[in-house]
């Protein structure tokens, strides 16, 4: 198991250009999962990813948590890249479509 964040960038480009000979035009899509709670760290992530392996969408997780989910606007602005779900808990069942709307309602009214 290689733990170099460098040498794990190059084994998932390994796996994208496998899958992609194995089956034409594929992968159809590759979605990001991103911690919530990382803060900016996740723009950072993000754009590491991206530059790898073309990112179609992202997943937020721990959104449920005291995350105040900021780094979306980012992610979004800098990298135009759509949030498709977001974990609101634990369970498989709380995996939900993003709503973007009620993502900055929640912002806004927790604001100190």
């Known amino acids: 198991m290689n733990d170099n964040p460098a040498g794990l960038m190059e084994e998932l480009k390994k ?13 159809h899509a590759v979605l990001l999962v991103l911690d919530a709670t990382t803060g900016q760290n996740a723009l950072h992530q ?7 392996v073309h990112v179609n969408g992202v997943i937020l997780s721990k959104l449920d948590s005291s995350a105040r989910g900021g ?10 890249l ?24 929640n912002i806004l009214l927790n604001q100190n």
């Open 15 to 27: 796996v994208h250009r496998v899958v992609g000979k194995a089956m034409p035009g594929a992968p």
């Open 46 to 52: 993000a754009k590491a990813f991206q530059e790898a």
């Open 71 to 80: 780094m979306a606007f980012a992610i979004q602005q800098e990298l135009d």
């Open 82 to 105: 759509p949030i498709y779900f977001a974990g609101l808990g634990e369970k498989p069942e709380d995996l939900q479509p993003f709503d973007p709307e009620a993502f900055v309602n």
